[in-house]
């Protein structure tokens, strides 16, 4: 197996990664998820900092992969409640931030 270096942008950040060139495409399309997830987390304004943003993003894209894996189908009502722990959660990290800077 030959591993060559890939060139992923995450957050406007450039990371060199090494893959299996048949993986390529996998590993591009896995970082554009992860980019879209902190993207769309720090947009909230409620999680400040990369290390927070890449955590609360790896959660969210680790539940999603349970859920998958689980076979798991959830309802609109259930994608809700969802996006509002999270919101939650959010909150709270940022509250946190705050006590924090204090």
Do not use: W
Not at 17 to 34: T, Y
């Amino acid at each position: 197996m030959r591993q060559h270096t890939v060139s992923i942008d995450i957050l406007d950040k450039s990371y060199q990664v090494a893959c299996e060139p048949e993986q390529e495409p996998e590993l591009q399309q896995a970082a554009r998820d992860l980019d879209d997830q902190m993207r769309a987390i720090r947009s909230t304004g409620k999680v400040i900092g990369l290390e927070r943003v890449a955590i609360m993003a790896a959660l969210n894209l680790s539940h999603q992969v349970l859920l998958l894996q689980s076979g798991v189908q959830l309802d609109d009502s259930q994608e809700e409640q969802i996006k509002g722990i999270t919101s939650r959660i959010d909150e709270a990290l940022f509250q946190l931030r705050q006590f924090e800077i204090s």
